[in-house]
């Protein structure tokens, strides 16, 4: 069985050779399987590159201008992968996840449990604090599903570790390329839920992943206003015609136009939000 692990990164050379590091040794005991890395490096200047290249000569590296940042990346390493070889599953993998020495072997025994294979799995990460950091949510919620010990059910999921079967990227196909950073995750377990694919979370924590929990600059009253505009439209911030893009096709035109709205009264008037309390929605 033959999985291909995909990477971005862009200036975290540690945690990048550190995340790499963790997975070899994540893979030792799974010897059914055998594992190809594809790992775009989005322009980075700290010396990724040559580091990457000298410790581990096998991973399949390809170079970018730092214009890809996260969804766009691991799409191109998708797609570079997809060309190269045959696989039974994809793996995204995020380099600030310090995985478990158990990581793999929980993803892969929680998925060989399911009945139904053609699924995905989001492996849940937790804080330091052990609190759930990112994994996957219900629509009718929206809060992070919390390990018990099983294997259960989501609606959509962060991208931090995530198996993806070939038969469900035969018909969901790569994350949409219209995504720059963030969103592509979500958007991808939403269309694959939309064509009857059921995606899961794994039954306890696959690693530490703490949240970005510092309110965005675009939303942030610390910033002026020209500063948080720019933020706001840049890749890293909400890139609002991106999100109205995203809300349309999964929850509606009103609502879409709604958010539009609100979204552009945070940057004006940033106050309000954190006067109701809503400053970290």
């Known amino acids: 069985m033959r999985a291909a692990i995909l990477l971005t990164c862009f200036n975290r050379k540690q945690q990048t050779l550190s995340c790499l590091k963790n997975a070899y040794s994540s893979f030792e005991i799974?010897?059914?399987?055998e594992f190809d890395f594809y790992l775009?490096?989005?322009?980075?200047?700290?010396g990724t590159f040559e580091a990457v290249s000298k410790h581990y000569p096998e991973v399949n590296i390809i170079r970018s201008n730092g214009n890809l940042y996260w969804n766009r990346g691991m799409r191109l390493a998708w797609e570079q992968a997809s060309l190269s070889?045959?696989?039974d599953f994809y793996i995204w993998l995020n380099d600030d996840l310090e995985?478990?020495?158990?990581?793999?072997?929980?993803l892969f025994s929680n998925y060989e449990s399911l009945s139904n294979k053609n699924s995905i799995l989001s492996g849940i990460c937790t804080s330091k604090d052990n609190t759930v950091s990112y994994g996957g949510y219900l629509l009718s919620d929206k809060k992070r599903i919390i390990a018990n010990g099983i294997v259960q059910e989501c609606d959509y999921f962060n991208g931090n570790l995530v198996l993806i079967p070939k038969a469900v990227y035969d018909k969901v196909g790569y994350l949409d390329n219209i995504y720059h950073h963030g969103k592509g995750d979500f958007d991808y377990g939403l269309r694959a839920k939309y064509k009857g694919i059921r995606s899961y979370v794994t039954s306890q924590s696959v690693g530490f992943c703490d949240r970005h929990s510092?309110?965005?600059i675009w939303c942030n009253k610390q910033f002026n206003l020209l500063e948080r505009i720019k933020s706001m439209y840049s890749p890293l911030g909400i890139e609002p015609l991106r999100t109205f893009v995203f809300e349309k096709r999964h929850f509606g035109f009103i609502i879409a136009s709604y958010h539009l709205f609100t979204i552009h009264m945070r940057v004006l008037f940033p106050s309000i939000w954190v006067y109701l309390r809503k400053d970290e929605i």
């Open 214 to 216: 510092e309110l965005p």
């Open 85 to 87: 070889k045959e696989y």
């Open 99 to 106: 995985l478990s020495k158990d990581s793999f072997s929980t």
């Open 40 to 46: 775009v490096d989005d322009g980075s200047t700290d």
């Open 30 to 33: 799974l010897n059914r399987y």
